[in-house]
Each structure stands twice: as C-alpha cells, then as structure tokens.
C-alpha cells in the first residue's frame, strides 16, 4: 500500500471491531439481565452501530475518488456492507428483547450469546490476517473456524426451536422468542458470509 494512502484494510478491521463490541453488550446483558440498565445498553450499543455505519460511508468516499484501491471496489463494497449488517444484526438482539419487554431470559440463550462473541472474536482474528494477502493459510483456518462455529449454532438454534414449540411455552413467549433466536441465527450466517467473502477476495490476490 503506498505511504499515505487511505488504509481500506485497518478500516474493515475497526468496523468489525464494532461488531464485536456490540456482542459483548449483548453477552452483558443477557448474563446480567436482572440487573442491567436497558436504556442504557441500547444507547451504548447504538453509538457503537453509528460508529459502523461512519466507517462504512467513510470508506465508501475514498472509494468514489480512489484511482486504484488494494482490491476490486465490487469486493469493497460488498464486504463493507456486510460487516455493517454484522453489527445491524447484533443490535437487533437487543433491541429485540426491550421491544418484546422479555422478563426472564432462556437458559439457552446464553449459549447463542456465548457462540456469538466468540464468532466476532474470529472474525476480528481473519480481519487483522486479510491486510496480506500471504497469510491465506491461516486466513483459511479462521475461516473453517467460524463455518465450524456457525454449525454449532444452526444445531444450538434447531434444538431451541423445537423446545420452544414443544414444551409448552405460552403463544406470546413463543413469538418473542422465535424472533430473538432467528436474530442471532441471522448474525450467524452473516458471519460466515462473511468470513467466505474475505477468504475469496484473498484466493483472487494471491
């Protein structure tokens, strides 16, 4: 990358650094629901989403005037807006469940939130691997990481469903809950979308 040119790479990686800020607030808050301030967290959450959604129009604006960025802009484009709907998705978590005024958390939620971070977390790792393209191998193995992670989740998300259906759970809960779970299942899938993405963008630089 040539000195003082805009640094797409550390700005992919800041985005996705959002993302994993907001999985901890939603790991927080769920491990701590009885005495979390919701009002609170949702603020703190969205100033982070805002953050994101910046970083991502920033980098939209250099696009517009670079000559010749690192990488094809259609892979910039897509990517950065995949990463803004990582966090999108993960403060839809929460606001899900002030909207549905939940007053008492799943046990098994706390696995999603779990996996989650822990799924930012990688996604983080493979950011800070994708500014050279030579570390394709261990940008691989993060990558069959978090499609490992995503099937730990599509499982954890089926095995909550059918509970949820099947034991008995009054109708309201069921809806509240379906959504909340099919919330984290969307970040899920839009984590390996991701990490799939960067993955082929490196194989196309190599």
Request: hydrophobic share 35%.
């Amino acid at each position: 990358m040539k000195k003082g040119s805009y640094n797409y790479f550390e700005n992919f990686k800041k985005n996705i650094g959002y993302s994993l800020e907001c999985s901890k607030n939603v790991y927080k808050t769920i491990i701590e629901y009885e005495d979390v301030d919701m009002e609170y967290m949702l603020a703190e959450t969205h100033k982070i989403e805002h953050l994101g959604d910046y970083g991502k129009h920033e980098m939209t604006e250099y696009l517009l005037k670079d000559f010749l960025p690192p990488i094809e802009r259609e892979d910039i484009i897509l990517l950065s807006q995949k990463v803004d709907d990582i966090t999108d998705l993960v403060e839809e978590i929460l606001i899900s469940i002030d909207m549905y005024n939940v007053t008492n958390m799943r046990e098994d939620i706390v696995l999603f939130a779990e996996l989650l971070v822990k799924c930012c977390e990688k996604e983080y790792e493979l950011f800070e691997k994708f500014k050279s393209f030579k570390n394709y191998l261990a940008a691989q193995t993060i990558v069959i990481e978090v499609n490992e992670i995503e099937e730990k989740a599509d499982k954890l998300y089926t095995n909550a469903m059918k509970k949820l259906y099947r034991d008995g759970t009054r109708e309201l809960d069921i809806i509240k809950w379906t959504k909340i779970y099919t919330c984290f299942e969307e970040c899920f899938d839009t984590c390996e979308n991701v990490a799939n993405n960067v993955e082929s963008i490196i194989l196309k630089n190599l």
